[in-house]
């Protein structure tokens, strides 16, 4: 006896090879999607040095040098793992950015000082600092990176911080979780 289902199966199949005959085969195995990424806000404020009275980071001590492309971590008492894990994979809304690379440290230090100021009393929770890796600095070494690792630790504002993703600048950024502002 003849299976019905096994000719019905061979009639299929050769009606899909007749079909995609003329059909080119894709290389790729993975689908690309043209979604255009998140922008995020600049948020820069006029520097006013001798007005400015906010907070100042302790140089008491040199902080050791960190390499080009050291990973950088920081988490403070009481951060859960799983929202640390959340900031490390860059999948924390990202409200705020402050770009330093190519500053000073002079420059530097008060608008770091300002900005985290300034998103404490706006509430923003999660920011981006992009510090770069030092390339162009005196002996390739990451002079600003080093320094917003020992200022970052200081700052009570700061809940933890960690390099950024790839995409968002990796080891030349960095996102910092900040603690809100509790008003009465």
């Known amino acids: 006896m003849v299976n019905k289902k096994d000719d019905t199966d061979e009639d299929e199949f050769a009606l899909f090879r007749q079909e995609m005959r003329d059909a080119t085969r894709i290389r790729q195995n993975r689908l690309i999607h043209n979604t255009p990424k998140p922008v995020a806000k600049a948020i820069r404020q006029k520097i006013m040095d001798d007005e400015y009275q906010g907070e100042t980071f302790s140089d008491m001590f040199s902080p050791e040098t960190v390499g080009n492309e050291e990973y950088l971590e920081y988490r403070g008492p009481g951060i859960q793992h799983k929202l640390f894990g959340k900031l490390r994979n860059g999948?924390?809304?990202?409200?705020?950015e402050l770009d330093l690379h190519g500053m000073t440290i002079a420059k530097a230090e008060p608008s770091l000082s300002e900005f985290l100021e300034f998103c404490q009393?706006?509430?923003?929770?999660?920011?981006?600092?992009?510090?770069?890796?030092?390339?162009?600095?005196?002996?390739?070494?990451?002079?600003?990176?080093?320094?917003?690792?020992?200022?970052?630790?200081?700052?009570a504002i700061v809940l933890a911080f960690c390099s950024a993703t790839v995409d968002d600048g990796g080891t030349g950024a960095l996102y910092v979780l900040l603690k809100r502002l509790f008003q009465e």
């Open 91 to 96: 999948k924390v809304h990202i409200e705020a």
């Open 121 to 155: 009393q706006q509430q923003i929770r999660c920011v981006r600092i992009i510090h770069g890796k030092g390339w162009g600095s005196r002996d390739n070494k990451p002079v600003l990176k080093s320094k917003l690792n020992h200022w970052l630790r200081q700052s």
